[in-house]
């Protein structure tokens, strides 16, 4: 099962900061790669492009000026899941979205979701039903759907590793990129 991001009504002006964030989890927690609507902003692809580059693995960034289209082509060949406060507790489905094979296309919004969006996906789910982040909800869920597999995961072609220290900061760089 292969996850993909989706990220609605992305604004440079406002949303560099968090939407950097929310790509950064999506490829630390497991996701294969994120697609972003809204603005399309070269400043967070080369960003992100900087940080694969430095710490590895085949993740990917694509920009879409139809999220309907992106949702479309992912629900006719897998599940996809909104994650929204007003959804259905994230307890009581993820085991059924688990069991189910086909990969799964992941949607966070911004200030505004459409309707429509609750209304075409497979999936409204919440991590709980209080306001809170499009990063702690996404974490959160890749982070159940995985059963914390995610946190063993390596990514190849890293040319930077950390070396974990009980205190202090240990980067070294990767030779082989293994
Ligand atoms: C800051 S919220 C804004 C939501 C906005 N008010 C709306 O129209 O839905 C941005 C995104 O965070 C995610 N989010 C926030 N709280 C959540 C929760 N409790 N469960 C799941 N997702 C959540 C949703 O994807 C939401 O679209």
């Keep these: 099962m292969v996850v993909r991001v989706l990220r609605l009504g992305h604004r440079p002006d406002r949303d560099k900061r968090v939407t950097t964030h929310l790509i950064l989890a999506a490829r630390a927690f497991g996701a294969v790669g994120t697609v972003y609507a809204g603005k399309r902003d070269l400043t967070l ?3 992100v492009r900087d940080v694969v580059d430095d710490w590895g693995g085949d993740f990917s960034l694509e ?3 139809s999220w309907r289209g992106v949702i ?3 629900g ?3 599940s996809v899941i909104h994650l929204s ?3 259905l507790p994230i307890q009581d489905v993820i085991d059924s979205i688990r069991d189910d094979p086909l990969d799964k296309l992941v949607v966070v919004g ?3 979701v459409p309707g429509e969006v609750y209304r075409i996906v497979d999936w409204n789910v919440a991590v709980t039903s209080q306001p809170h982040s499009e990063v702690s909800a996404l974490a959160v869920f890749l982070h159940e759907l995985f059963e914390g597999s995610e946190l063993d995961a390596s ?3 890293a040319k ?4 974990p220290q009980a205190r202090g900061k240990l980067v070294e760089e990767v030779r082989d990129g293994v």
């Design 110 to 112: 911004g200030a505004k």
């Design 45 to 47: 692809e080369e960003t």
């Design 85 to 87: 406060m007003y959804g």
């Design 155 to 157: 990514f190849k072609g």
């Design 76 to 78: 006719s060949r897998g």
């Design 160 to 163: 930077l590793r950390v070396r």
């Design 72 to 74: 479309r082509e992912a």
């Design 63 to 65: 920009y879409s000026d």
